[in-house]
Structures are given as C-alpha cells and as structure tokens.
C-alpha cells in the first residue's frame, strides 16, 4: 500500500476516484486496512489503479495535491 507512483507520467489530467470493498481486495491489503470496509481507489482514464486511500476526501486531496482533476465513479 505504500508503493509510490510519480503522477507527473501520465498526460491526461482527470482521474476518478471509486469505492473499493476491503473484502475484495488481496489479502495482504486486508490486512493492512485494519478496520476498514471500504478504501477508495484513484485510477487514470485507462483504468490503472494510481493509490488506494483510506477515505474519499484524501482521494480528493491527493489528486489535487498532483495537479488532477478528480471525478468520482459509482
């Protein structure tokens, strides 16, 4: 969960922010989510997975904070 990725590598601007179900996701990520049912995923326009967070506000933040446009996903 703490692998760093340079967002200054991908050219488009928007990324969008969803819910992820802990129960899906990869033990070792379970594990590391504590008490958590849900984390949020942050992906490029083509699908990749950028960073999963602990709550849909730091999601935000870290998107902004990398000069992104985010835009939540149901």
Do not use: C, W
Request: hydrophobic share 45%; proline share 3%; net charge negative.
């Amino acid at each position: 969960m703490d692998t760093k990725f340079n967002f200054a590598d991908i050219g488009d601007r928007v990324v969008y922010v969803k819910s992820v179900a802990v129960s899906d996701l990869p033990d070792d990520v379970q594990e590391a989510a504590g008490d958590r049912d849900l984390l949020f995923a942050v992906h490029d326009s083509n699908g990749q997975q950028l960073a999963l967070v602990a709550d849909r506000q730091m999601a935000f933040v870290l998107a902004r904070q990398n000069d992104m446009q985010p835009v939540t996903v149901h």
